[in-house]
Every structure is written in C-alpha cells, then in structure tokens.
C-alpha cells in the first residue's frame, strides 16, 4: 500500500518563499510521474507541477511556471516544491499525487492513483 504524506505549507506574505515536501512509503517509483495539484477555496483541483520519474523532465502550469520548482530525490521516495514569489492566489491545499503508469498525455489531468492528504498553504496580501 503507497501512502504519500506532504509537509511544509504554512503561511507567507506575497512575495515570500515556501518548500512542501512529500514523502512516499510502501514502494519505489521507477517509473510514471509524480506531481503537485492545488485546490483553491471553492474552486476545482488544479495541476500545478509534475516530474517523469525516468529521466526527471518536469511540467508546469503557466501560472506557476518560473516561480515554482519541483524536484525529487535520488532515491525517488521524495518529491518537493520550492515556491517562490508567492501569490495571494497561490492559496490553497496541495496535494502530491503519484502513478507508476501516468503516461505524458495525462501528466496534467487530475487522475493519479496515489493521493497524499494535502497541506495548506496561505499567501497573505
């Protein structure tokens, strides 16, 4: 049984800095992706960012992209997100999600196999 557990979020100023953390248990990723979704206050999840877990090429949303920065460990059992510049609309729970088999096609689409319990994160204005 996978369990993927996030850590870091918390509450920042605009403009301000924050790293989550996920760490997966209970197997190796070889292959498939990992990836950051959010959920805005009464808003739909959305993609964030993801990395193949082969080779390690990653994926933005636009309205991340250049401000945050996913990565994993070597020993692919973690996964983080350094967000910098953070936004007033950057709020929301983060989740970390993970599939063996997600292929690029569905990298973005919220239908991973593996669901961590999200962490808050709140820019203030």
């Known amino acids: 049984q996978v369990q993927l557990a996030e850590s870091g979020g918390g509450l920042v100023q605009a403009g301000g800095s924050l790293r989550v953390s996920c760490t997966a248990s209970?197997?190796?990723?070889?292959?498939?992706?990992m990836a950051w979704f959010r959920q805005p206050p009464g808003k739909e999840r959305e993609f964030v960012a993801a990395?193949?877990?082969?080779?390690?090429?990653?994926y933005y949303a636009d309205s991340v992209k250049g401000r945050f920065i996913i990565s994993r460990d070597n020993a692919k059992t973690s996964l983080f997100m350094e967000m910098n510049s953070l936004k007033p609309e950057d709020t929301a729970v983060y989740y970390c999600?993970?599939?063996?088999?997600?292929?690029?096609?569905?990298?973005?689409?919220?239908?991973?196999?593996?669901w961590g319990q999200g962490t808050q994160v709140t820019v203030s204005s």
């Open positions: 990395i193949k877990w082969s080779g390690g090429s990653t």
């Open positions: 209970g197997r190796t990723f070889r292959s498939g992706a």
């Open positions: 999600a993970a599939d063996p088999a997600r292929i690029l096609s569905a990298i973005r689409l919220p239908t991973y196999t593996y």
